[in-house]
Nanobody, 121 residues
Framework: QVQLVESGGGSVQPGGSLRLSCAAS????????MGWYRQAPGKQRELVAR???????YYVDSVKGRFTISRDNAKNTVYLQMNSLKPEDSAVYYC???????????????WGRGTRVTVSS
């Protein structure tokens, strides 16, 4: 059974930083491309970053240069370091496997509870 547990969200001022973590179980983590998704109120969930099992990364344009995705295969954990946060980054952040690189569709139907990030002055 797939379990994804996100943590590390919170409230910060613009320009601040947060580090999100996602612990995964029930999957062959080391070979799974993992992604961080976010969903803002009234908007669809979107993929913001992904990392392959070998460490290749991709970022959506709006977070390039500010967010860094990484993984620890020994701990079955994926991270998202978020710097220079902007109010538009406010959302609930989720992790999941990435099924399709073009569409960003998630690999697993089971989602965690997510972790909320609020960027506000």
């Amino acid at each position: 059974q797939v379990q994804l547990v996100e943590s590390g969200g919170g409230s910060v001022q613009p320009g601040g930083s947060l580090r999100l973590s996602c612990a995964a179980s029930g999957i062959t983590f080391s070979v799974t491309t993992m992604g961080w998704y976010r969903q803002a109120p009234g908007k669809q969930r979107e993929l913001v970053a992904r990392i392959s099992g070998g460490g290749s990364t991709y970022y959506v344009d709006s977070v390039k240069g500010r967010f860094t995705i990484s993984r620890d295969n020994a701990k079955n954990t994926v991270y998202l370091q978020m710097n220079s946060l902007k109010p538009e980054d406010s959302a609930v952040y989720y992790c999941n496997g990435v099924r399709d690189y073009d569409s960003g569709s998630a690999a697993f139907g089971s989602w965690g509870r997510g972790t909320r990030v609020t960027v506000s002055s």
